[in-house]
C-alpha cells in the first residue's frame, strides 16, 4: 500500500533514507512552482473527479473523488520487487538483476532516464490551453486526468535521478523543471514534444499516437537490467493505458459524430460536411497522417549503434522481450529496415542488434494499426466509405533513413517541389488548423452535454453518468 502520510506519498519506504527524503522534499515546491506556471491554464480552483493510486496491486489501484490539481498527491510508487528477477538479455543475460546502477553505465543510464522525463511535463505544457475549450466535463475531466499523471510520471523519474545519482541526478532533476516545450532558447529534448497541440484533435491523436510511443519506451525500459527503473515503468504503464483509451475513444467519437451528420443530410464532400459544423474525415486523415509521422521519429534512427549497446548492455529491451523465443543476445540475428535508392524504396537486411529502435518502431505501427481498424469500423458500420489508412512509414520523417527524402502517404519518392506541392492535401493546412479551431471557441460545461463536433462516450468515469459533474467551477 501507498503511504498518504508522508509528505510526498510513496512506497519506497522514503522516511529511512533521511538525505533522499529532504532533496526531494525541497524539489517539490520547485515542482509546485512548474505546475502552477505550466499547468492547465486557469484550473487551480476546480474541483476535479480524478483518480489516485492507493496501491500498486493491479486490481483495485484507483480511488476517485474530487481534488484540486493543485492538491493531487503527486508521488513515488514501484511496482513490488521481484526479488529473483535477471536481467534478461544482452551480455549481462542470468545475472541478477541490478539494484544499483552499475558505475561503467551510469552516464548512459542517466541520459535515458532524464529523456523518457523530459516527455512527461513537455505533454502538460502542449495541452495547458485546451481546458479553455473543451467539448463536455467528461473531456474536461479526462485531460485534467492525464495532465496530473504526466506530473506524476516526471516524479518516478525524478524519485530515480535523486536516488540513484546523486548530485548530477538533482541537477538534471531542476533541468526538468526548467525546459519548456516549444522554447527556442530552451527547449524539451525530443521534437515531438516540441510541437504544439492546438486543439482537441491534435490532443486525442496525440494521446492515441504519442502516448502510444511512450508505451513503448516504457515497455522497453521495463525490460531493463536496472531494476527500478522497471519497476517505476511497470507502474507508469498502469497510467498510460488511460491515456491511450482518451485518445482512441476521442477520434472514435469525433468519426462518430461526423458520420452521423453526413448521413443524416445525406451529405459527402468536405465542404458540406463542414458546414454542418463537424470535421470532415479528410481533415481527420490529414491530422493522422501528422501526427503518425512525427511520432514514428521518437523511435529514432533505422541503424542506431546506441540502440544495440543499450540492449547489449542490459538496460534497455525489446518489447515483451521475455516472450520472444530467441537467444536475446542477438550477436548474429538480422532484420529487415527500409532504405531510399533512388527514386526507389528498399529492404535491407542489417545487424538485428543495430535495428532495435526501427523493431521497436514496426511493433509500434502494428498496434496502431489495429485502433485505425477499430476507427473504420465506424466508417463502415455508417455505410461510408471512406477509409483511414496510415501513411508510408517514409512519409514526413525528419529522422532515420527517410531523411531528407521527400516520400508520398502511399510511398512514392518525390522530388521536394512534387511534395511541396501536395503538402496541403496530406498534412492539415493553415486553413484545416483554423477551421477545426473554429469548432472550439468556448467551454461546454454543462453537465451531460456535448460540443456539436463530438459525440457522447459510450459511458461516464468509475460507471458516472455521463450528466455527472465531473468538474466543479463553484
Ligand atoms: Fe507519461
Ligand atoms: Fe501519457
New binding site residues.
Partial sequence: MIDYTEKIPNNVDLGRDRVLQRALEHWQPAYMNWWYDMGPSESHALEVYLRTATSVEPDGWAQFGYVRMPEYRWGIFLQPRDASRQVNFGVHKGQPAWQEVPGEYRSTLRRVIVTQGD??PA?VEQQRLLGMCCPSLYDLRNIFQVNV??GR?LWAMVYLLHRYFGRDGREEAEALLERRSGDADNPRILGAFNEPTPDWLAFYMFTFFT?RD?KFQLCALAESGFDPLARTCRF?LT??AH?MFVGETGISRILQRTCEVMKEHKVENASDVRALGVIDLQTMQKYLNFHFSVTIDLFGSDASSNAASYYTTGLKGRYEETKIADDHELQNAEYPVLEVSGNRIITRQVSALTALNERLRDDYIAEIQGGVDRWNKIMEQAGISFRLTLPHKGFHRAIGNFAGHFVSPAGEVLSKEAWENNRDKWMPSAADQKFVQSLMTGRVIEPGKFANWIAPPIRGVNRQPLNFEYVRFN
Avoid: K, L
Wanted: charged fraction near 50%.
Fill in positions: 516527455t512527461e505533454s499523471e504526466e510520471h502516448d511512450g507508469m497510467e498510460e491515456h
